[in-house]
Structure formats: structure tokens, C-alpha cells
């Protein structure tokens, strides 16, 4: 746990000491008039750079919102029905990497975002962006900021970091689309297809998550997803709290 809390500030102050040194915006100074062919070589060149800065800004914050975010609150959300003592922790170590790792993507995201484009913010997907790199980074100092299970303030803490890190993952997903379009509309290149492919993700994602609590009811029914059914078995039989506790602990 303190490994995890060190690593995690160590990665804070590093990424936050990299947005304070690196440029806010870099522009490229035009050549004096020359060769007319050198100069359209330069600009090709240049234009083929920005795309694929563009092209890797894209991946690093759906890495991040679109994948990594989500996969953790699945993961923390897996450990509310787990009783042995080291799957929590394993689940909890997962959450606790995923978040951090998926907060460093989004800050090499806005450092490629303040460094090589022009950031007049006259569109939703720049505004908004601004907006959750600062959630990001409350959410992940309030989750180091942790308080014990049993104090006073654990379930204020544990509200809020719910409903921020619920709203910043949503949030997320929406700048995606939004940032797709921006991509179409500064490269003209279709978009059709990474539309699709992050539609569908988000769906399977949606359907896991709502999947979670019903997957245990339909266990209990002995009922496999069919039309014949199935005998219960020694995991389905309901067994006394005191028997359910003894065969978790040695599960474990």
C-alpha cells in the first residue's frame, strides 16, 4: 500500500514538473522565400508530422479515457462482492495501476496537446479537454488521499471519489467522439471506422459493468442461460453464514 501511494506521488510531481517545463506552444517560424521545391518538400514533410502527433495524441487519451479509466472501475467495482483478504488486494493493486497509469497517458496526451497543435479552443473537444485534464488529476489526489475504512470521513471520501471518477470516465468517452470529429474535420480523413470500433468497445463495456450484479442472481437461480434447466451444484447450494465463511477462507 505505501509502495503504491509513493509511486503514485512520485509520478504526480514528475508529470506535473514536465507540464510546468514544457513549452505551451510551439510554432514553427516560415522560411524566407527560396527554391519554391524545398519549400513545398519542408511543408509535405511537416504536414505528414503533424498527422501523425495528431494520430498519437488520439491513442494516448483513448488509452487512457477510453480504456484504462473504464477498466479500473470495473475492477474495483469485481472486489465488492470478494471476501478473501488477497484477491482484494489484488484487485485493489489493478485499480490502483490502471488509474495512474491511465493518468500519465493523458498527461503526455496534454503535453503533445500544449507543445505541436494550435490550441485556440474555439471547439467543444478542446474546451472540454482542458477541463478533464484538471479532473483527472483531483480525482487521482483524492484517491491517494484515502482515509481508513471506519473514520468518519470514509464515506464522504468514498462519495466523491465515485461520483467525480464516474463522471470524468463519461466525460472521457464523450471527448472521444468529439475529438474524432475534430480529427476529420482538420485531416478530412474518414472516420467511420474508429467510430465503430470504439462504439462497439463502449458497449461491451457498458454491458459488462451492468452485467456484474446480475451474473451473481442468475448463479443462484441454477439456471444457465437456456431453456433446459440445470441441477444446482456444491457451489450453488445455499450453505449458513458460518459454513459460507469457513470455505471462503480456505478458497484463499
Not at 496537446?113 to 472540454?128: A, G, L, T
Not at 442468475?218 to 465463511?245: A, C, F, W, Y
Request: hydrophobic letters at 45%; charged letters at 15%; proline letters at 3%.
Amino acid at each position: 500500500m505505501q509502495f503504491l501511494q509513493k509511486l503514485g506521488f512520485f509520478c504526480i510531481h514528475a508529470s506535473v514538473l514536465l507540464l510546468l517545463v514544457s513549452p505551451l506552444v510551439s510554432s514553427s517560424k516560415e522560411h524566407t522565400k527560396g527554391a519554391s521545391s524545398h519549400e513545398d518538400n519542408n511543408i509535405h514533410k511537416m504536414s505528414h508530422k503533424l498527422l501523425f502527433e495528431i494520430t498519437l495524441h488520439g491513442f494516448l487519451l483513448w488509452a487512457s479515457m477510453g480504456f484504462l479509466m473504464p477498466l479500473g472501475i470495473l475492477v474495483i467495482r469485481m472486489s465488492h462482492r470478494v471476501e478473501c483478504g488477497r484477491r482484494l488486494r489484488i484487485l485493489f493493486y489493478v485499480h490502483g495501476l490502471s488509474e495512474l497509469l491511465s493518468v500519465l497517458l493523458a498527461t503526455a496526451g496534454a503535453v503533445m496537446s500544449f507543445r505541436n497543435f494550435n490550441n485556440s479552443f474555439n471547439n467543444k473537444h478542446q474546451r472540454v479537454g482542458v477541463g478533464l485534464y484538471g479532473l483527472i488529476w483531483l480525482q487521482a489526489l483524492i484517491g491517494f488521499v484515502r482515509p481508513q475504512r471506519g473514520s468518519k470521513g470514509r464515506s464522504i471520501w468514498f462519495s466523491v471519489h465515485w461520483i467525480l471518477g464516474t463522471a470524468v470516465s463519461l466525460l472521457g468517452i464523450l471527448n472521444i467522439y468529439t475529438g474524432l470529429q475534430a480529427y476529420h474535420e482538420k485531416t478530412s480523413k474518414g472516420i467511420r471506422l474508429w467510430t465503430i470500433i470504439f462504439t462497439a468497445e463502449f458497449c461491451f463495456i457498458a454491458f459488462f459493468y451492468l452485467f456484474q450484479d446480475k451474473w451473481v442472481y442468475i448463479r443462484k437461480q441454477g439456471v444457465i442461460l437456456g431453456s433446459d434447466p440445470v441441477r444446482p451444484t456444491m457451489d450453488q447450494v445455499v450453505l449458513p453464514p458460518e459454513k459460507q465463511k469457513e470455505l471462503v477462507t480456505e478458497s484463499c
